[in-house]
């Protein structure tokens, strides 16, 4: 059996990286008594990947961790022990099975991401926010009409010049934060700063005096190939469950049917 942790990051484990959180949930399954499968060889290790690792100082309400199970387990339970040994700023939101096939994995099919972005009184606390000013409204329409934003995208080995603006699904002002909605994963991935490092640049100020934080809301896939829609990774999940018990309880029927030959 496979499944999919949706959990929260929030508070002081914000600054704790995608290593040490591996390594906590790791424990957490062995304290939870979770019947999570190894790898092989001679040095085995539990079957877990997580879709879109989060970023050091970010917090998230949607964050995914596939694993897989030795055998069946209601997922209701085990997410509710799971919680039971997580700490202050990690939280479990639900559990949900998920197709075997590889197709299926968070890290696949991930496309794009939600944030909100607040405005900080400082960079020293991101508890202390402010209202986002009226006049950006305007800015932010002013900003995405553009043709194209091109900015310098920065990787370990090189710096090149991006256009961001097809990565930029959605971009909304509202008093208490800007919501974005971007895209992610392996093909195309944008990450907040950068568009809103963009934003400030756009609208005359310098980036590095006007502090952000940044909150993931949720990662999702796209609904099916070919259309627009977005389905966030546990309801996926789901959906995707649900259709593949749909087509094994069809099959199983259509075999049940007498054949011509028989009638």
Same mark, same amino acid.
């Given at each position: &059996? ?12 914000? !600054? ?7 390594? !906590? %949930? ?12 190894? #790898?092989?060889?001679?040095? =085995?290790? &539990?079957?877990?990947?997580? @879709? ?6 970010? /917090?998230? $309400?949607?964050?995914?961790? +596939? ?7 209601? *997922? @209701? ?13 990690? +939280?479990?939101?639900? &559990? ?7 197709? *299926?994995?968070?890290? /696949? ?8 972005? /607040? ?9 202390? /926010? ?7 409204? #305007?800015?932010?329409?002013? %900003? ?15 710096? #090149? ?14 008093? $208490? ?14 990450? =907040? ?8 640049? %756009? ?19 796209? *609904?099916?190939?070919? #259309? +627009?829609? %977005? ?18 309880? +069809?099959? *199983? ?7 011509? $030959?028989?009638?």
């Amino acid at each position: &059996m496979k499944a999919r942790i949706k959990f929260r990051k929030y508070g002081i484990m914000r !600054f704790i990286g995608h290593l040490d959180v591996m390594r !906590f %949930f790791q424990k957490a399954m062995r304290r939870a008594g979770i019947p999570i499968a190894f #790898t092989g060889g001679y040095s =085995p290790h &539990m079957i877990m990947s997580f @879709a879109q690792p989060l970023g050091v100082g970010i /917090t998230s $309400d949607g964050e995914y961790l +596939d694993i897989e199970l030795k055998e069946a387990v209601d *997922c @209701a339970k085990a997410a509710r022990r799971l919680n039971e040994v997580m700490v202050e700023g990690i +939280d479990v939101v639900n &559990m949900v099975p998920i197709p075997e096939d590889k197709k *299926c994995s968070g890290m /696949t099919i991930v496309a794009a991401a939600s944030y909100r972005v /607040t405005l900080l009184e400082s960079a020293k606390s991101a508890e202390i /926010t402010k209202e986002i000013p009226a006049s950006w409204k #305007t800015k932010i329409e002013e %900003f995405m009409v553009q043709e194209s934003i091109v900015v310098l995208k920065k990787t370990k080995r090189s710096e #090149t010049e991006t256009d961001i603006k097809p990565m930029i699904y959605q971009m909304q002002w509202n008093v $208490d934060g800007i919501e974005l909605f971007l895209a992610a994963g392996s093909e195309q991935n944008l990450k =907040p700063d950068l568009v809103m490092g963009a934003f400030i640049g %756009f609208v005359g100020e310098e980036p590095e005096r006007v502090p952000f934080h940044y909150h993931r809301l949720d990662v999702y896939a796209k *609904c099916k190939e070919g #259309t +627009d829609g %977005f389905l966030p990774l546990d309801r996926f999940g789901l959906q995707e469950h649900e259709n593949e018990q749909k087509r094994s309880q +069809d099959q *199983c029927y259509e075999n049940l049917r007498p054949s011509e $030959d028989s009638i």
